[in-house]
């Protein structure tokens, strides 16, 4: 657990109940948003657990980050006993939030349509490949979603797509799921009725290459891919230096290029007619990056790193993902908190990249163990201890 968070009562969504029906990581980050925001979030899982739980390689850090501040009930919903169970506590929910295909929840009653009939205040957010429309019988994942969006062109080399290096699409996906619900809660505020939100991998990719589609409205020429892109700015790059080591370096504006070669000692480049302006200095890029790399070459990392900040021109170690545990900004700044792992082993986690009333949101609840707080929420909803203990010897729960 971490003191840094506020304490519950003054997070915005204190008091609200969410139930999610979630696996993987597009539906449990919506999930994730909304429990570190202050809400009550409850993960139905079945007596197997979520099969993120047990994945490898680069899912093996799904499960513990996008399912923090969580309760865990672990139910069989094929059996009638588990779907009572399941129906009354979704009647306790302000929001229930999913991400299975649509026939799965329509089998098993809990689509929108089956519980917005119990309850016309329900918010239920669905979390889908594809919004209602000509694909969305396809099955989607995030790679497919980049590949036929325009993401995995953008990102590769031309000729050669390749996907981002994060979850992209998966996670926000379940972002603009999480704002629609506060969305629709607003609403629910106004008019006393709930509806359903959809959020889906294929348009929220849209969204992240409508930059690149808006480009070619304006210009009438196709985006290049990043790595062969024509730079808006004269030095935009990664240089190779000392020690086998590399930084990007940025000087992006007139006055960052007469403060760069003062820093540095360029005066020749400086009194150069051909880098006046950054339009000249893209022009030139053909000379003028390989001669910066030349002279640059010479220097370490840390060194240009010490020059650059002195300066406050635009600098970056390329840095691993695991050496950000010891950022030392990160550490200072309350942006990682201390967690549990379901195996019982200790870390830190990246927090949401806000602050609400100078504040960090923290940690209230580790990701759960499979079925933590089945007990708990059972008597919550009525069930006494004798009726607890025939459901878990019956294999009802866990």
């Given at each position: 657990?971490?003191?840094?968070?506020?304490?519950?009562?003054?997070?915005?969504?204190?008091?609200?109940?969410?139930?999610?029906?979630?696996?993987?990581?597009?539906?449990?980050?919506?999930?994730?948003?909304?429990?570190?925001?202050?809400?009550?979030?409850?993960?139905?899982?079945?007596?197997?657990?979520?099969?993120?739980?047990?994945?490898?390689?680069?899912?093996?850090?799904?499960?513990?980050?996008?399912?923090?501040?969580?309760?865990?009930?672990?139910?069989?919903?094929?059996?009638?006993?588990?779907?009572?169970?399941?129906?009354?506590?979704?009647?306790?929910?302000?929001?229930?939030?999913?991400?299975?295909?649509?026939?799965?929840?329509?089998?098993?009653?809990?689509?929108?349509?089956?519980?917005?009939?119990?309850?016309?205040?329900?918010?239920?957010?669905?979390?889908?490949?594809?919004?209602?429309?000509?694909?969305?019988?396809?099955?989607?994942?995030?790679?497919?979603?980049?590949?036929?969006?325009?993401?995995?062109?953008?990102?590769?080399?031309?000729?050669?797509?390749?996907?981002?290096?994060?979850?992209?699409?998966?996670?926000?996906?379940?972002?603009?799921?999480?704002?629609?619900?506060?969305?629709?809660?607003?609403?629910?505020?106004?008019?006393?009725?709930?509806?359903?939100?959809?959020?889906?991998?294929?348009?929220?990719?849209?969204?992240?290459?409508?930059?690149?589609?808006?480009?070619?409205?304006?210009?009438?020429?196709?985006?290049?891919?990043?790595?062969?892109?024509?730079?808006?700015?004269?030095?935009?790059?990664?240089?190779?230096?000392?020690?086998?080591?590399?930084?990007?370096?940025?000087?992006?504006?007139?006055?960052?290029?007469?403060?760069?070669?003062?820093?540095?000692?360029?005066?020749?480049?400086?009194?150069?007619?051909?880098?006046?302006?950054?339009?000249?200095?893209?022009?030139?890029?053909?000379?003028?990056?390989?001669?910066?790399?030349?002279?640059?070459?010479?220097?370490?990392?840390a060194e240009l790193s010490k020059t650059f900040e002195a300066h406050g021109l635009?600098?970056?170690?390329?840095?691993?993902?695991?050496?950000?545990?010891?950022?030392?900004?990160?550490?200072?700044?309350?942006?990682?908190?201390?967690?549990?792992?379901?195996?019982?082993?200790?870390?830190?986690?990246?927090?949401?990249?806000?602050?609400?009333?100078?504040?960090?949101?923290?940690?209230?609840?580790?990701?759960?163990?499979?079925?933590?707080?089945t007990d708990a929420l059972l008597q919550g909803l009525g069930y006494s201890a004798?009726?607890?203990?025939?459901?878990?010897?019956?294999?009802?729960?866990?």
């Amino acid at each position: 657990m971490t003191t840094a968070t506020p304490p519950s009562e003054r997070l915005p969504l204190a008091g609200i109940r969410v139930v999610e029906f979630t696996h993987m990581v597009m539906g449990p980050t919506c999930g994730m948003v909304l429990g570190d925001l202050g809400a009550e979030v409850i993960k139905v899982e079945p007596l197997a657990g979520d099969s993120t739980r047990k994945l490898l390689g680069s899912g093996a850090g799904f499960y513990p980050l996008f399912n923090r501040n969580k309760k865990s009930i672990a139910v069989d919903m094929k059996s009638a006993k588990g779907r009572e169970v399941v129906l009354k506590l979704v009647a306790t929910a302000d929001i229930v939030s999913e991400n299975f295909k649509t026939e799965t929840m329509q089998k098993l009653g809990l689509d929108y349509a089956a519980l917005s009939k119990l309850d016309d205040r329900l918010i239920y957010v669905s979390h889908k490949g594809f919004l209602p429309g000509p694909y969305d019988h396809r099955t989607a994942l995030d790679e497919v979603v980049q590949m036929m969006g325009g993401l995995a062109y953008m990102t590769g080399r031309p000729g050669d797509p390749l996907r981002a290096g994060s979850s992209v699409n998966d996670i926000m996906g379940g972002m603009f799921g999480a704002i629609g619900a506060m969305a629709a809660l607003m609403q629910r505020q106004q008019t006393g009725k709930g509806q359903e939100v959809q959020s889906a991998l294929f348009e929220n990719n849209i969204w992240l290459v409508a930059q690149h589609m808006m480009q070619f409205a304006v210009t009438g020429k196709a985006a290049a891919p990043m790595p062969d892109k024509i730079s808006p700015w004269g030095v935009y790059d990664v240089f190779s230096v000392q020690n086998g080591e590399q930084i990007f370096l940025a000087v992006v504006g007139d006055g960052q290029w007469k403060t760069f070669c003062d820093a540095f000692g360029y005066g020749d480049l400086f009194a150069d007619t051909r880098t006046t302006t950054n339009n000249d200095r893209v022009m030139a890029r053909s000379w003028l990056i390989p001669l910066l790399r030349e002279r640059l070459a010479r220097f370490t990392s840390a060194e240009l790193s010490k020059t650059f900040e002195a300066h406050g021109l635009p600098f970056a170690p390329i840095t691993d993902p695991q050496h950000l545990f010891d950022d030392p900004h990160l550490q200072q700044t309350g942006g990682l908190a201390p967690m549990t792992l379901p195996d019982g082993r200790k870390t830190q986690v990246p927090l949401l990249p806000i602050k609400l009333g100078g504040e960090r949101l923290g940690l209230r609840l580790d990701p759960p163990k499979l079925g933590e707080h089945t007990d708990a929420l059972l008597q919550g909803l009525g069930y006494s201890a004798g009726d607890v203990a025939a459901l878990h010897a019956e294999g009802v729960v866990l």
